[in-house]
Nanobody, 121 residues
Framework: QVQLVESGGGLVQAGGSLRLSCAAS????????MAWYRQAPGNQRELVAA???????YYADSVKGRFTISGDNAKNTVWLQMNSLKPEDTATYYC???????????????WGKGTLVTVSS
């Protein structure tokens, strides 16, 4: 079990920036990697970015060059810096824990409540 709490969402104009945070706590296992997913209304949840405890990262093509994932292993915290936001980035963003091997992320079925990001045009 693990508790995941996301924060940092909000309303921003296109071209703006937001920084999301996720803190993992009460974990009953060693966290190997953390990731951000997003889900827009009517769409499936999709992987946005992931980072392993040894610093390996993964980004979806749609966010490469605009989003940066970082983490603090000691605090079991991960951030997602989102720059040059577009209206199509509008979604609820969820934190997840799992494993990242190369460019393959394997999620565990633990989720936070999510944080809503709305990008206006």
């Amino acid at each position: 079990q693990v508790q995941l709490v996301e924060s940092g969402g909000g309303l921003v104009q296109a071209g703006g920036s937001l920084r999301l945070s996720c803190a993992a706590s009460r974990s009953t296992f060693t966290i190997e990697a953390m990731a951000w997913y997003r889900q827009a209304p009517g769409n499936q949840r999709e992987l946005v970015a992931a980072i392993s405890t040894d610093g390996n990262t993964y980004y979806a093509d749609s966010v490469k060059g605009r989003f940066t994932i970082s983490g603090d292993n000691a605090k079991n915290t991960v951030w997602l810096q989102m720059n040059s936001l577009k209206p199509e980035d509008t979604a609820t963003y969820y934190c997840n824990t799992g494993a990242l091997y190369g460019s393959n992320y394997y999620m565990m079925d633990f989720w936070g409540k999510g944080t809503l990001v709305t990008v206006s045009s």
